[in-house]
Structure formats: C-alpha cells, structure tokens
C-alpha cells in the first residue's frame, strides 16, 4: 500500500542542507533529522550527494529549454531503494527535483512504474498542474499524485485483508465534506472506533481517510479539512466518489449563510447530480427537539427552506439529523449511505 509522498526540492541547487521538503499526508523526516533525506538522495543517484540529481538528463532539458513556449518538465524513470523497511520510489524532475513514493514493506513499487511516469507527465506536461514555484500548486499537486496512485493500487493491486466481503477490491468512496466544525472528524471517528471526545478540537489540513468494514461493504470515508484555505482541495477529494456528504452543524445559525454559499458553489461547479447525496444536520443535541418528530420535521423544513434544498437537481438525496455525540442516528447513517448507493 502507498503510505506517502514527498517532494525535495534544492533551494540552491548545491546546497543539500538547503531543501524544500514536502509530503504527504505525514513528514518523511523529523525536523531536527534529515537522515533519511540524505539517504534518498543518495541512493537515487548511486551514490553521489554533491551532484545535482540525475546529472544525465541537464542534456535532454538543455535542448527542451531551446522551445521556451512549451517547457516539457524532463521526468527520469522511477528508481528504487530501500531504506530500512520502506519501499522507496523516486523520479528526478528537471535534474531539480525528487518526487518519490513510499510503500510498505511487501509491495512492490514496480506495479506501480506506468502509472507513476504516466500521472507525473500527464499532471506536469500535459495538464501543466505545477510552475514549482508556489507551495499551494506543490501540495496540490502531491495530493492529486497520492490520491490517484493509491487508488490504482486499492481497486487494482491490493486485495487487502479487510476487503474480504469485495473479494474484488470494490469499495465504497464516501466524500464527507462541509465547513470547519461541523463534526465530520467526530463522525468519521465514531464510525471507525465507536468513540467521541467533546471539544476533540482538531482541525483537518489533509483528507483524513478511513477504511470501514460494514457487512453491506467496505467504505473509505474521506473526511475533507473544512477550514475556508482548504476548501479548494474539496474538488480534488471528490474525483470518483460513489456518495457525497455534506454536513451542516444545526445548531450554528450564525455560519448558515457561509455553509449554504460553499455548498452551492460546490454543486453548482460540478456535476454532482447523478451522485447520490446525503445532507447531514449534525449537533442536534445542542437544539432542544427532545425527540420530538414533529419537531424536527418542522426544524428539518425550515433547514431545507434556508438553504433551498429543494432546488437540488437531484433525485437520489436524503437529509438526516444526527448528533455524533450521543450517536443518534448514526446507524441510519450508514443504512442510508448503502440504500443511497445501491438506488
Ligand atoms: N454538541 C455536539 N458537539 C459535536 C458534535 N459533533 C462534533 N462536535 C464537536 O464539534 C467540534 C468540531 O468537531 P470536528 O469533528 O473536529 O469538526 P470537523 O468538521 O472535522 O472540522 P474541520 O476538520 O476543521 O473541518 C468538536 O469540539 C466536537 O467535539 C455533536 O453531535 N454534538
Ligand atoms: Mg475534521
């Protein structure tokens, strides 16, 4: 299974103690070692530390820069190591740059050669994601890398142990998304473990994504940071998804406005509508329904009417309350997603 990417990149093109490191979606190295920085770089180049990456492709950029207009990034074949018990995959971009990818142990980086070369030229030449000289791009580019990758690898290569009820490897993407402080860590983590901390106040950066047996199937729930600088990455979560959540805390009327504008934009940018959807209002203990229906049909009508769900496009929706913190309707949860899905 691919566990991370990373980005190094010269900041002067000698000075290896001088390095922009990047990864994804933890560190490759602690800050205060850079140990196994220098081991990857080391091990790509046979040896050599003082050169810069892949001195035998300078020639093959020198001739590409003569065509200034297009500017083909120069991407080398993968080379491996390993180092200690990790699988490591890297590509030198432009003699500048290492892109590499980390597997477990048991893997073999080889199945993952094609689709390495074919997304990193495709993302950087044909589709010119990443000029390298903006950090968002750099991540962006990193993250969309990983997804796919990872993704070739569940549905193609692995036949992970917990896939054992989709022998083929099928799973079922579930995208959770909404704004900051919703509760879809809480939710996800419910889910996951059964468990829920009150003012478990840790906002995502990342997709955090989780692997989920159920007897009616395998979920990977991928719960998106909600943070307004992190929206942007919403678009690149969404690719492939099989239902699309989308959370609301009830019980913050202030941010209504906020989380009604940045669904829309989202539905609207897209073509969500032969996704199925489930609209989740969540944090409805803070609202005092006492588990009275009528109630919280009335309250359900009213959400509907603010954030005019009624003008979805959409005919495979649902909207549920729940409170993750004292799990009500968490269970219609997961019977909704495959009820949803499975329409
Ligand atoms: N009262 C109440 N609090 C909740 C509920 N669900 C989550 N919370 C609290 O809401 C806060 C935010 O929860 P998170 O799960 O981190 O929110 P998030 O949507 O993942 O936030 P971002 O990662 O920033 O997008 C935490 O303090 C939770 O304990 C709920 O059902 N009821
Ligand atoms: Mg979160």
Same mark, same amino acid.
């Given at each position: 299974?691919?566990?991370?990417?990373f980005l190094?990149k010269?900041?002067?093109?000698?000075d290896?103690? &001088?390095?922009?490191?990047?990864s994804y979606p933890? $560190?490759?190295d602690?800050? @205060? !070692?850079?140990?196994i920085v #220098?081991? *990857?770089?080391?091990?790509h180049d046979h040896?050599?530390?003082t050169?810069p990456c892949?001195?035998d492709?300078?020639t093959?950029?020198?001739?590409?820069?003569?065509?200034?207009?297009?500017?083909?990034?120069?991407?080398?074949?993968p080379?491996?190591?390993?180092?200690?018990?990790?699988?490591?995959?890297?590509?030198?971009v432009?003699s500048?740059m290492?892109i590499?990818?980390?597997?477990?142990k048991d893997d073999?980086?080889f199945?993952?050669?094609e689709?390495?070369?074919?997304l990193?030229n495709?993302l950087? &030449?044909t589709e010119?994601?990443?000029?390298f000289k $903006?950090?968002?791009?750099? @991540? !962006?580019?990193?993250?969309? #890398?990983f *997804?796919?990758i990872k993704?070739f690898?569940?549905e193609?290569?692995?036949?992970?142990?917990e896939?054992s009820f989709h022998?083929?490897?099928l799973?079922t993407k579930?995208?959770?998304?909404?704004?900051d402080?919703?509760?879809?860590?809480?939710l996800?983590?419910?889910?996951k473990?059964?468990?829920?901390?009150?003012?478990?106040?840790?906002?995502?950066k990342?997709?955090?994504i989780?692997y989920?047996?159920?007897?009616d199937g395998?979920l990977?729930i991928w719960?998106?940071?909600?943070q307004?600088?992190?929206?942007?990455?919403w678009?690149?979560?969404l690719?492939?998804?099989?239902?699309i959540i989308y959370?609301?805390?009830?019980?913050?009327?202030l941010?209504?406005?906020?989380?009604?504008?940045e669904?829309?934009r989202?539905y609207?940018?897209n073509?969500?509508?032969d996704?199925?959807l489930?609209i989740?209002g969540?944090?409805?203990?803070l609202?005092n329904?006492?588990?009275?229906?009528e109630q919280?049909i009335?309250?359900?009508?009213?959400?509907?009417n603010?954030?005019?769900?009624?003008?979805?496009q959409?005919?495979?929706w649902?909207?549920?309350?729940t409170?993750?913190?004292?799990?009500?309707?968490?269970e219609?949860?997961?019977n909704?997603?495959f009820?949803l899905v499975?329409a």
């Amino acid at each position: 299974m691919l566990l991370k990417i990373f980005l190094l990149k010269r900041k002067n093109s000698h000075d290896l103690n &001088n390095l922009d490191i990047y990864s994804y979606p933890e $560190d490759i190295d602690k800050k @205060e !070692n850079n140990e196994i920085v #220098l081991k *990857i770089i080391h091990g790509h180049d046979h040896g050599s530390l003082t050169e810069p990456c892949c001195g035998d492709i300078n020639t093959s950029r020198e001739k590409n820069d003569t065509n200034t207009n297009s500017k083909p990034f120069v991407i080398s074949s993968p080379v491996l190591q390993i180092i200690g018990d990790q699988n490591i995959y890297t590509v030198c971009v432009n003699s500048e740059m290492l892109i590499g990818l980390i597997f477990e142990k048991d893997d073999n980086p080889f199945d993952y050669k094609e689709i390495f070369e074919d997304l990193s030229n495709e993302l950087l &030449n044909t589709e010119k994601w990443c000029s390298f000289k $903006d950090e968002r791009e750099i @991540e !962006n580019l990193l993250i969309t #890398l990983f *997804i796919d990758i990872k993704r070739f690898g569940d549905e193609i290569l692995e036949e992970a142990p917990e896939v054992s009820f989709h022998p083929s490897g099928l799973f079922t993407k579930v995208f959770l998304f909404g704004i900051d402080n919703v509760g879809k860590t809480s939710l996800t983590r419910r889910i996951k473990t059964g468990q829920y901390k009150d003012n478990f106040f840790t906002p995502n950066k990342r997709f955090n994504i989780e692997y989920i047996q159920r007897e009616d199937g395998l979920l990977s729930i991928w719960d998106s940071p909600g943070q307004s600088s992190f929206r942007e990455r919403w678009l690149l979560g969404l690719q492939d998804s099989n239902i699309i959540i989308y959370m609301i805390d009830v019980a913050n009327q202030l941010r209504f406005d906020e989380s009604k504008t940045e669904f829309w934009r989202i539905y609207n940018e897209n073509d969500l509508k032969d996704i199925p959807l489930l609209i989740i209002g969540n944090k409805i203990d803070l609202i005092n329904h006492n588990n009275n229906d009528e109630q919280l049909i009335r309250t359900e009508k009213e959400i509907n009417n603010y954030f005019e769900f009624d003008n979805l496009q959409h005919s495979n929706w649902k909207f549920v309350f729940t409170s993750v913190k004292t799990s009500f309707n968490i269970e219609k949860v997961l019977n909704t997603i495959f009820t949803l899905v499975s329409a």
